[in-house]
């Protein structure tokens, strides 16, 4: 098995009958994750307008409180570390996907989930103590922007954690097929894109707030 | 359909090694715990610091960049994958940029007190 | 139950209750229609579940003239109350229905009309010139086009329950806010363009994906046909843009349903930002239109000067910098603000740099004339009205990037006067010739050449008196959006004459549309004996049959140079070789359909606050979406044989027209 590691499309495709030229990346694998990572571009501008927003609107607490009253870094922080660590977990699960071992893949992909789901609960956490103090999102633009921010952040964690449960029914029943992986790739993509998300958020929302 | 890759050869295209996660955890890990270290510490004044984590935020993307979404490692050229980050976070710079100068001058320029 | 929903929405005011009974009658008619003639299985089987770009163009375009007919009537309407409503009298509608009817208008013809007739025409022409047999994600695709129906249709479903929205295509706050307009107008707005929006952005993935991937062998990026250029160009600026659109549409949506401050008057909220992040989409919006406009001219002007287009890497060049600075002139939208004179000018003057590779581009479409032998069919004549009215309006764009001048005449009728050419000059007239010059292709037949010559001199004449005068009344001090004014002012009669201009466009579309319906029925006179290629074209998509099978492609074609058909004419390529070979392509499904059901009533819910429905209908959402990633990509296939006798029967027909 002295195949090399990175190999290229023209040597694994059939040849045009035509014209003996291969058919270039035009396989279902190359395709998705090409897509995948475009999707992944729009959402960055997605959250770059709502970072605009609390940008723009972070000091605008309307005589009601700001970052440096409402912020726990010692939340933040748990939160960030717990999200990386799901982040490199899940990277495990690829990993063992590359062996076809699909009880580690589950195993991983459960570690992660268990993970993306505690990130969630802190963060609703924070959530509920705002509003029952009387902070909620329409206290202030301020708090509009940052529950607005931070939350749709983590909407696309939950959506994650969906997928994952989808992910994996599908690897259970299916075991690591060509479709499976692919599949296990575009949500490590999201999953990744996510913890990338999140360093600007502890970043300009919770470490600048306080600052 | 016949040209579609099977399995083997998909995963032979697949870039993460444990390497590449080890290095890229260990990184994000530690740029972490500096930036919450200066903010929490306050070593430092509050200027030096907000330039501190920001720097800090943009290598922290970078790492995760390459080592977790290997941006920039793609095997087919050309690396449209990659052409498509750096137009995107173009345009995004600019919309930013753009729209923080905007509001900033607008808002520089109504009645005191609005 | 009902939400907020109750039996007063189904109360109009007199002068909407024709508009609500007509369409409810010919909603019927339709479904009468079919039933009769037994075609629900057809219709099911070859459109509804489609994944075939080619069907998917049609259905795009389909849409595009209902919805065409729905943004010109209220154009009509508007200009008729404009050249009423003077002094003593006040026209025929309310002050409250003129800004509904407005507000729909440019609604309609931006995100119905002109997005659909770009994608309609993507999905058609794109894999035919790339030498592809399909695009990236059907599905993908199809789900694109159910998700603009739905929206299109939530705007319908405006007109009979409830009311639209009031506050203009762009719906500022503080107006479109909870505070100032409480009711369902502004809701059924934000959702209708949200869905459309997102299916737009999903379209746009797929599409740039396809130019990027499924080129045949040989084609590289510069021996691509020009239309695919403009659309390769067009892509990244849908993909880039959209997202800000939602997430603006998004903050307002959160301060209408749950008190947010984002752009309130109180709280600490700023209006002025949705001004600016809305106009951050925006600009990009209006080149989003434009550029595949371009480029059907591209196509169409070689054609019918039997001459390659000049300056091919020029356009190339222009088509990619005019994408890219796009991104940098948005606040030309908003000079008056009140921004300083440094961030006026610094925009002004993107403004008018955009202008040159503009300029580039016309100079080398007449230099591809010069020294050809021009045919002046009725896509040629169109193309002379865009050059003519297009670079007209394009300079009172150069006019108003400048802040002062802008300031005098910024929201009054010069500005309406400046974006119609350019919308109606550019974007409008481009797809009238690119409907005329690729309707042979998909449906085996011309449009009635004649009635065609009529129509354009109607809406060429039509357009000149409607709009001239605007220019005029803008300099005089007419604003936009006006329902009534004083007789002193002196506008009437330039109004009157605005009147009669919209009425002779009246004239041409109607000819127009009666043109079409005489073409079908008077196909066989018209029919395209060529076989597929009817003006002796130089790009792939006329080396196949018309209509073409539904592989596209028996064989994909090697390409070696631009103009691959005109290779193989003038000798310089070999014809493909007839080795066929199983074809495998994607089945249909329901999926696309369903979840743009699901999405319309997702919206109506929302703007209804019906929260069961809403939560229902997104929760069906996600099941089809979770379905549709669980199972396999599955695929018909056509063999060999049936290869073979499709060939073979294009053929036959060939040699029957000898």
């Known amino acids: 098995m002295n195949k090399p590691l990175t190999i290229h499309h023209q040597d694994t495709l059939e040849l045009n009958p035509d014209t003996h030229l291969p058919d270039l990346h035009q396989d279902t694998f190359s395709k998705t994750t090409q897509g995948f990572w475009m999707y992944l571009m729009t959402d960055s501008l997605l959250f770059a307008t709502l970072f605009c927003a609390y940008a723009i609107l972070h000091t605008e607490t309307f005589d009601g409180p700001s970052a440096q009253d409402l912020f726990s870094l010692s939340t933040a922080f748990t939160e960030t570390m717990i999200l990386l660590l799901s982040s490199v977990t899940c990277g495990f699960s690829m990993m063992a996907a590359l062996r076809n071992k699909k009880n580690q893949v589950l195993a991983w992909l459960g570690v992660s989930f268990l993970l993306g789901a505690s990130f969630v609960a802190i963060e609703l956490t924070e959530f509920t103590q705002l509003v029952q103090d009387g902070n909620s999102w329409q206290r202030s633009a301020f708090l509009s922007s940052f529950f607005t921010l931070v939350s749709t952040h983590g909407m696309h964690v939950s959506f994650g954690l969906l997928g994952m449960i989808v992910m994996a029914a599908q690897l259970f029943l299916l075991g690591v097929t060509a479709t499976t992986f692919r599949r296990l790739i575009t949500f490590s993509m999201f999953w990744h894109f996510l913890d990338l998300v999140w360093i600007f958020i502890f970043t300009f929302v919770y470490l600048m707030g306080v600052v | ?114 | 139950m009902f939400g907020r929903l109750t039996l007063d929405a189904f109360k109009h005011e007199s002068s909407q209750n024709g508009a609500v009974f007509s369409m409810l009658f010919g909603a019927i008619c339709l479904i009468g229609l079919i039933s009769y003639l037994k075609r629900w299985k057809w219709l099911w089987n070859e459109w509804l579940t489609t994944v075939d770009p080619k069907r998917i163009g049609i259905m795009y375009i389909v849409v595009v003239l209902i919805m065409f007919l729905k943004g010109f009537g209220d154009a009509i309407m508007i200009r008729l109350q404009q050249a009423m409503s003077v002094g003593d009298s006040h026209g025929f509608l309310s002050s409250t229905h003129f800004q509904e009817v407005f507000s729909s208008h440019g609604t309609t013809m931006i995100f119905f009309v002109a997005m659909g007739a770009i994608f309609g025409l993507m999905n058609l022409i794109i894999p035919l010139q790339i030498g592809a047999r399909d695009v990236a994600f059907p599905f993908l695709n199809a789900l694109g086009f159910w998700l603009f129906a739905s929206g299109a249709f939530l705007t319908i479903v405006s007109l009979t329950i409830g009311s639209f929205s009031t506050a203009g295509w762009l719906a500022y706050p503080p107006l479109s806010g909870i505070e100032y307009s409480p009711n369902e107008g502004i809701d059924y707005w934000i959702w209708a363009v949200q869905i459309a929006g997102v299916g737009s952005t999903l379209s746009g993935i797929n599409f740039l994906v396809t130019i990027l991937k499924m080129r045949c062998p040989g084609m590289t990026l510069m021996k691509m046909p020009i239309f695919t250029w403009s659309a390769l160009c067009t892509m990244p600026l849908v993909v880039l843009a959209f997202p800000i659109l939602t997430a603006t549409l998004y903050m307002l949506t959160l301060d209408r349903y749950l008190g947010m401050h984002f752009f309130t008057v109180d709280g600490g909220g700023n209006y002025m930002m949705y001004v600016n992040l809305i106009w951050a989409w925006g600009h990009p919006e209006v080149y989003i239109i434009m550029l595949p406009m371009f480029g059907v001219f591209s196509e169409i002007v070689p054609t019918f000067s039997e001459k390659r287009l000049f300056g091919y890497v020029s356009m190339v060049w222009a088509l990619i910098f005019i994408a890219f600075i796009s991104f940098i002139v948005w606040l030309h939208h908003f000079f008056t603000m009140g921004a300083s004179p440094t961030v006026n000018v610094f925009f002004a003057i993107m403004t008018m740099i955009i202008a040159i590779p503009t300029g580039v581009k016309i100079f080398n479409w007449l230099f591809t004339k010069f020294r050809g032998r021009v045919h002046f069919t009725s896509p040629m004549l169109w193309f002379f009205a865009f050059l003519l009215n297009f670079t007209f309006a394009g300079m009172t764009g150069i006019l108003l990037s400048s802040p002062p001048v802008d300031f005098q005449v910024h929201n009054s009728l010069f500005l309406i006067a400046h974006f119609h050419g350019m919308a109606i000059g550019g974007v409008l007239f481009g797809f009238f010739a690119a409907f005329t010059y690729w309707f042979p292709k998909f449906t085996g037949f011309f449009l009635d050449e004649t009635l065609n010559r009529y129509a354009f001199w109607c809406w060429l004449s039509g357009f000149l008196l409607a709009f001239m005068p605007l220019y005029m009344l803008g300099f005089m001090g007419a604003t936009r959006r006006l329902d009534h004014y004083d007789a002193s002012t002196g506008w009437h009669p330039l109004f009157v004459i605005v009147g009669i201009g919209a009425f002779i466009i009246l004239i041409g579309a109607t000819i127009q549309f009666f043109g079409l319906f005489w073409s079908i029925i008077n196909r066989k006179k018209n029919w395209d004996h060529t076989g597929g290629d009817p003006w002796n074209g130089r790009t792939l998509e006329w080396s196949i049959s018309s209509p073409p099978p539904i592989y596209n492609f028996a064989v994909i074609p090697t390409v070696d140079q631009l103009d691959p058909l005109w290779a193989i004419k003038r000798g310089e390529a070999p014809i493909p070789q007839k080795r066929y070979e199983n074809i495998y392509l994607p089945i249909n499904t329901p999926m696309g359909l369903y979840i743009g059901i699901f999405s319309l009533i997702f919206g109506f819910a929302m703007t209804w606050h019906i929260w069961w429905l809403a939560i229902v209908s997104f929760v069906s959402i996600l099941v089809c979406v979770i379905i549709r990633l669980s199972g396999e990509d599955e695929h018909e296939i056509i063999t060999v044989a049936q290869v073979k006798e499709i060939e073979a029967a294009h053929a036959r027909r060939m040699k029957s027209y000898e």
């Open chain 2, 1 to 114: 359909m016949t040209h579609d890759l099977s399995l083997k050869e998909i995963q032979k295209q697949w870039h993460g090694t444990l390497k590449s996660y080890a290095i890229g955890f260990l990184a994000s890990f530690l740029l972490t715990v500096i930036s919450f270290a200066l903010v929490v510490t306050r070593l430092f004044s509050d200027r030096i610091v907000m330039y501190a984590i920001v720097g800090l935020a943009i290598l922290q993307a970078i790492v995760q960049l390459l080592f977790f979404l290997h941006v920039g490692q793609e095997e087919d050229k050309p690396r449209w994958a990659t052409i498509a980050f750096c137009f995107t976070f173009l345009i995004l710079l600019i919309i930013v940029i753009g729209s923080l100068w905007i509001m900033h001058d607008l808002n520089a320029r109504m009645m005191p007190g609005m």
